[in-house]
């Protein structure tokens, strides 16, 4: 069973400052997803990587394979990024998705 | 608007009630997923349908029975629960065996008291 820690558990930052969440996970994977969960509840999907670095606006995720770790990035960070971020592996052989248990992040004004 | 929606948004029921949550998904997938996030722990996979067949049952008690009458709506019937089955219970759907392609509902906020 691939165990998926994220770190921190709690993030507060000012706006504007660059934010960096960790996730490392135990086994070998197909794929790692960045989740995003809004206060309402809603997930939405960010990324899905297997490899290398995927930008999206301010959001830069990235993977590193040999080392079983990941980081989710947002440069300028602004109050409507506060979420809580939650990654998710792919396991081999099977699809079933595996979620860490979320990163609260906070962005004060 | 994700396109899968869950009513009700919020609900409080003793643990002798019956309730049920509703899913629907209007994006023309064949798979639905519930799931219960409860506070710090990891999302849980509680049951996967595809195509209106229960292909998983992740040792859910038998307090939750899950109902799938056509590939656009899920629900779960709850009665007799406990104060720990508090959570968020959310509802997802994707093509068939896309797990990695999963779009969620609001979700459901439950609290038995």
């Known amino acids: 069973k691939n165990e998926v820690e994220q770190s921190p558990q709690n993030l507060t930052a000012q706006e504007g400052e660059f934010i960096t969440i960790n996730c490392s996970y135990s086994?070998?994977?197909?794929?790692l997803h960045w989740l995003q969960q809004h206060p309402g509840g809603g997930i939405v999907s960010l990324f899905m990587?297997?490899?290398g670095k995927k930008k999206h606006g301010r959001l830069i995720a990235t993977i590193n394979i040999q080392e079983k770790h990941s980081s989710l990035h947002i440069t300028a960070s602004h109050p409507r990024d506060s979420a809580v971020y939650i990654c998710a592996v792919e396991n081999f052989g099977n699809e079933k998705l595996t979620f860490g248990t979320g990163t609260r992040l906070t962005i004060i004004p | 608007e994700t396109g899968v929606t869950q009513t009700p948004r919020h609900l409080v029921m003793g643990m002798t009630n019956k309730k049920s949550l509703k899913c629907e998904q209007h994006l023309g997938h064949n798979a639905m997923y519930w799931y219960k996030q409860s506070a710090k722990k990891p999302l849980e996979l509680m049951f996967v349908?595809?195509?209106?067949?229960?292909?998983e049952n992740n040792s859910v008690p038998s307090r939750f029975s899950p109902e799938c009458p056509n590939s656009s709506h899920l629900f779960l019937h709850l009665h007799t629960l406990q104060p720990e089955d508090s959570a968020l219970y959310l509802c997802?759907?994707?093509?068939?065996?896309?797990?990695?392609?999963?779009?969620f509902g609001p979700g459901t906020r439950l609290t038995v008291l």
């Open positions: 997802a759907s994707s093509h068939y065996r896309e797990y990695n392609e999963q779009f």
């Open positions: 086994v070998g994977i197909s794929a």
């Open positions: 990587l297997s490899s």
């Open positions: 349908y595809n195509f209106k067949e229960q292909t």
